[in-house]
Every structure is written in C-alpha cells, then in structure tokens.
C-alpha cells in the first residue's frame, strides 16, 4: 500500500514537472520557428510577441525561438520584407517548428518613357547605344589611396587644425607646430571633435532607423510613436552611444535599444 502510494506520488510529480517545463508556470512555450524567403537573405529579421513585448532576431539561417501562450499574437518584420502577423493557435503550438514565408517589400513604379534617348531598359543594349565612354575612377586608374574612404567635412577641418606633431626636429634645431597648439589652445580643435563627434551620432541614429522602423520601435518598447524621436535622442546621449557603431551587429543594437527604452520610460514617467 505505502509503495503504490509513493509510486503514484511520483508519478504525478513527474507530469507536472514534465508540463511545467513544457508550458512554463504561466502556460508560455517555447516556439522554434524558421523565417525563408526564395530570393533574399532571412537573417536579422525582427520577432515579437505584441502580448508579451519579447523580442528576438533571427539568425543567419532564419531561425528564431521566443515564448508564446494561446491566443499570442507574432508579428514578423524586416524593412525588405512585408510585416506577417502569426495568431498562436493550438495547431501552431503543436509544431516542431513554425515555417514563415515572407514576402518582398516591393515598391510598383509606373511605366516611364526615357526621352531623348528612348532607352530600353536592357543595360547592355542601351550602353552600345548611347555610347557612353566607361566611368573614369580613382580605383580603375588603380591610383594610391583609392581605397581609402572619403572623409567628411568635420573630419577635414579637424584634419586641418590638429594636423602634425607639436614639436619636430629639423636638423639640430627644432620647430614648433604654433598652429596646432593655438587651435588647441583656443578650443578651435575641440569644436571640431565635436562635429565628428555628432555627425558620427547621426549616422549611427540613421542606421537604427533604417534597420527598425519607428512603428516597430514604438510597438517593440511600447512608447508612443510620436515619441521615439525623443527616445533616441535620449540614446544619442548616452556616452556608450557611438560605441555601438565599432560593434555594431543587428542583435547588439536590438538589445542595447530595449535596455535603454526601459530607463527612457522611467524617466519620462518620473517626469509626469
């Protein structure tokens, strides 16, 4: 009697911890799921629980994981491709893995007519037509420095002011480089560290924003569209800001994003 009392005991204790480790505590799941598409690559492509406002990436292959419950809703979105929303039913709880065909973003232009030269549209015959001499480069004259890129006009200036040593030996004698040092000296040098500075911020803001859409940013984070102009100039702040762009992968920006949307909503509350 006392065995089969104990064997029924662990019997139980083995289905509940089986479904807990299956469903979790709240009934959540861990859904695997693969993204493809026939021409494009899938990787880096944004997944989130609009429920549960958990997110995650896909990886090179189009794979992802990320918990679920019934009657979750997915949405699956990437610049290139159309957003897809996924309702989580039991039929998809019941899979394995979770297959999500995307569908390219495809901008329809309408029909134009290229005059005075009435091209075709096929490049080949509309060189040979046209005649066109090959553009003339710095690369295919395989020129020094080709390869190096442009800088801007912050970079220039900077360039400029703080160019050359100090001081430099010529000879026995030595001369000193006054130029530089005025400029340091003036504060000429550090205004323009700070326009390489901040073009450096806005380009990396531009790249946020190309790689995540506001609307995604507002519904991911749950601020209000009207403000995710304010959040990033609030991550455009922070001193670990322009550090992102020497790391930067889709996953690391994602994820220093969501840590600072977190503080960002604390203090817009704390403002209130």
């Known amino acids: ?14 289905l509940f911890l089986g479904l807990n480790s299956a469903f979790g505590q709240n009934g959540a799941k861990l859904l695997k799921g693969k993204v493809q598409n026939a021409d494009n ?19 090179s292959l189009g794979l992802f994981s990320i918990e679920v419950k019934l009657g979750d809703l997915l949405r699956v979105t990437a610049v290139q491709y ?8 039991d039929a998809i709880l019941s899979l394995s893995l979770v297959t999500i065909n995307l569908v390219e973003n495809v901008i329809n232009l309408k029909d134009v007519t290229v005059t005075p030269y009435n091209l075709t549209g096929e490049i080949d015959r509309d060189l040979d037509r046209l005649g066109l001499e090959p553009v003339v480069t710095s690369g295919s004259l395989a020129l020094p420095n080709a ?6 006009q912050s970079e220039r200036l900077l360039l400029e002011a703080d160019r050359g040593k100090y001081i430099r030996y010529y000879g026995i004698g030595l001369i000193i480089n006054t130029h530089k040092i005025m400029n340091r000296l003036s504060g000429r040098t550090k205004s323009f560290e700070d326009m390489v500075l901040r073009d450096e911020i806005m ?28 959040f990033l100039t609030y991550c455009m702040s922070q001193n670990d800001f322009t550090s992102l762009s020497e790391t930067a992968n889709t996953t690391e920006i994602w994820k220093y994003l969501e840590k600072r949307s977190v503080e960002f909503k604390e203090n817009e509350f704390a403002k209130k």
């Open 41 to 59: 690559d899938v990787r880096d492509v944004l997944v989130i629980n609009l429920n549960s406002k958990e997110t995650t990436i896909t990886d």
């Open 82 to 89: 159309l957003t897809k929303d996924i309702n989580i039913t």
């Open 147 to 152: 390869d190096l890129e442009v800088m801007s």
């Open 1 to 14: 009697m006392v065995f089969k009392t104990f064997f029924g005991i662990s019997c139980f204790f083995c």
């Open 203 to 230: 380009d990396m803001e531009r790249e946020v924003i190309t790689k995540f859409s506001k609307k995604t940013l507002a519904e991911s984070f749950d601020i209000p569209e009207a403000n995710v102009d304010g």
